[in-house]
């Protein structure tokens, strides 16, 4: 039967992603990652098409996207601060985990609710994370959906992208809160 769980109640009220170049290591052992993408899995999934899959990237396998990252960026001409910020989040000693969309074959379920699918997987992953005590960030920037970068660094077909890159680690900073949407201005109570 359910009942009211204030302190989950509490944590959904005050949650607060630690942004991914604050996060320093240790980051999650293999088998405290297997508790959270446990929970992240158990996430709406309308047909049961499982159209998400998860990669873990830790220290050896993130230092080869850092090289691939820095040869691709260039090749892209990204700026170069823009560059940097990019291969920040991914040398901070936290692990990362790319939540791969991987879109399924149905004539019941449209590509977008498969999509909605993934990024609730993602603000699963990221909440228990947090919910857990590690420092916790969803970013996604260009590796997300870059198809030669994504071919060469995470081996994905060409219908495959990242819904999400989430990183992480310990916290060294708590950051200030941000402003939050006004709920009457988004809030229709609709009484007809
Ligand atoms: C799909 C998605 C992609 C994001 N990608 C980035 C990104 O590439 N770079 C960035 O600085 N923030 C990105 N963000 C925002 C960060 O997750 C940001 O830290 C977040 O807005 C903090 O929200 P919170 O305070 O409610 O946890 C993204 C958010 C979402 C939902």
């Known amino acids: 039967m359910l009942r009211k769980n204030t302190e989950v109640v509490d944590f959904l009220l005050n949650r607060r992603s630690r942004p991914a170049k604050t996060l320093v290591g240790p980051a999650p052992t293999q088998d405290e990652l297997r508790v959270l993408l446990t929970a992240a899995a158990r996430t709406p999934d309308h047909g049961k098409l499982e159209p998400w899959r998860f990669m873990v990237f830790e220290e050896k396998s993130l230092k080869r996207l850092v090289d691939l990252t820095n040869k691709r960026g260039k090749q892209l001409n990204k700026p170069p601060e823009k560059l940097l910020k990019t291969l920040t989040a991914l040398q901070t000693g936290a692990t990362m985990v790319a939540v791969v969309f991987s879109p399924r074959e149905s004539i019941k379920i449209p590509e977008v609710e498969q999509i909605l699918s993934a990024g609730a997987v993602c603000l ?69």
């Open 124 to 192: 699963s992953l990221l909440n228990v994370a947090l919910a857990s005590g590690w420092g916790a960030n969803w970013l996604t920037d260009w590796i997300a959906t870059e198809r030669v970068f994504l071919k060469q660094g995470l081996g994905l077909t060409d219908k495959e992208f990242v819904a999400g890159y989430i990183h992480i680690g310990t916290e060294s900073i708590i950051p200030p809160e941000r402003p939050r949407p006004n709920i009457e201005k988004i809030t229709t109570w609709v009484d007809s």
